[in-house]
């Protein structure tokens, strides 16, 4: 978040309240820079696990350099949002790893966890002395997520890999776009997102089968294999149907009407589902459809470009408000385009635990996108959710904490 003098290392400490949430009681050490693996360790702190992260000394992770960069309230440096966005409830403790000290720091943190993330390329934890013999040597329930950009193994594994081009290899840019001759990127770094949140379940189903093995082991995923694995319908129409996708714009490839439709006033997004919820639509909107025709979804897709017509001409004296109300009335699935600003205002938004009010060191006061789950008492439906949440940290803001924490327990009993 900020590297400035400004902004000293030796802060004083946070202490880290109990946790709260399904992973309390458990130990992540993370290793991790960037994105992916950063976002799988803030989904285990979000689920209550005390997440420390080992960044090296100096600059960090390199995403706190990455902007926007926000001023901090007394003048001095800079917090990077980006970092902000994926290192909420961590400690941050600066390692120099290729040092004895960092090395055996190091150590004595995997000593104590019970699950370790790391993002390095293929060989690299090998060459700092932790490789999967030492790790087992170490602790042997020692879960271990490990991220890469196209595998461990297999004729390019090792290969380096950020997240636009992940998404150009895997095949999602050929998907996303206006038409074929216009293949995007999605708005979001969605193949480092996809592979934590993979990492993430893959680690909490380690974390399971420890229960009933005491033994740990090494979860690896890709942003290769991230990606491809929500493929979904579009990777069968390849492998089963035979037909190589491409970029459709903003309607179905399969289903219609589903898509965007403009109005008086703006667009809006209509998705019928089924045939009984066209027949609903056209009366939603006094379509003229001649009896008989486009009655099936199949119909639909083959003429789409007549529906988009048929549906945007009813909607051109109609203004988002009023195409909202008429599909709600007929229950029919829509919605606005809202930016950034409308998602966070949006009550909806708010009432779903999606903002959380963290004190942030060097901006103060700060809202922060929340996590996406919820957790509720089956008997008496009482939230349990973990409510109270901490701001990123600064840079080895907690590691005189930590150092004190290592010197006074035993592995064996943490």
Request: hydrophobic share 40%.
């Amino acid at each position: 978040m900020t590297t400035s003098p400004g902004h000293p290392a030796d802060t004083a400490p946070r202490h880290t309240p109990p946790g709260r949430g399904p992973l309390a009681g458990t130990l992540v050490v993370d290793l991790s820079r960037a994105l992916a693996g950063p976002h799988a360790a803030m989904m285990m702190a979000d689920l209550g696990a005390r997440v420390i992260k080992v960044e090296s000394p100096g600059q960090g992770d390199e995403s706190r350099t990455w902007g926007p960069l926000v001023p901090n309230t007394d003048g001095e440096g800079s917090t990077s949002a980006y970092f902000l966005a994926c290192n909420r409830n961590k400690e941050s403790i600066a390692l120099d790893l290729k040092s004895d000290d960092g090395r055996a720091t190091l150590t004595a943190l995997i000593e104590r966890a019970d699950v370790l993330v790391e993002n390095f390329r293929t060989g690299v934890l090998d060459r700092l002395g932790f490789d999967a013999d030492r790790l087992a040597e170490l602790n042997p329930a020692l879960i271990v997520l490990s991220i890469t950009g196209f595998g461990h193994d297999g004729p390019e594994g090792g290969r380096a890999g950020y997240d636009q081009i992940a998404q150009g290899e895997a095949g999602l840019m050929s998907i996303t776009g206006s038409g074929p001759q216009d293949p995007q990127r999605v708005g979001v770094a969605i193949s480092d997102l996809l592979a934590g949140m993979h990492g993430a379940y893959g680690v909490l189903a380690a974390l399971l089968e420890r229960q009933r093995t005491g033994r740990g082991q090494i979860v690896r995923t890709s942003l290769l294999a991230s990606a491809v694995g929500v493929h979904a319908f579009q990777g069968t129409r390849w492998t089963v149907a035979g037909q190589v996708p491409e970029p459709f714009g903003n309607h179905h490839p399969s289903i219609a009407p589903y898509g965007l439709f403009h109005c008086q006033d703006g667009a809006v997004q209509i998705a019928c589902g089924n045939d009984r919820q066209w027949q609903s639509l056209c009366a939603a909107l006094a379509l003229s459809v001649p009896e008989g025709e486009l009655a099936t979804n199949t119909d639909r897709v083959q003429r789409r470009g007549e529906v988009i017509t048929l549906i945007e001409d009813a909607l051109a004296a109609l203004d988002i408000a009023e195409v909202l109300t008429l599909m709600n009335e007929a229950g029919i699935a829509a919605g606005r385009v809202r930016d950034m600003q409308e998602v966070y205002d949006w009550e909806q938004t708010r009432s779903q635990g999606l903002l959380i009010d963290v004190e942030h060191p060097g901006l103060g006061d700060i809202q922060l996108p929340g996590p996406p789950l919820r957790y509720f008492e089956l008997e008496g439906s009482g939230e349990v959710t973990r409510t109270g949440h901490q701001a990123p940290p600064l840079l080895d803001q907690d590691g005189a904490a930590i150092r004190a924490w290592l010197a006074s327990t035993d592995p064996t009993s943490s």
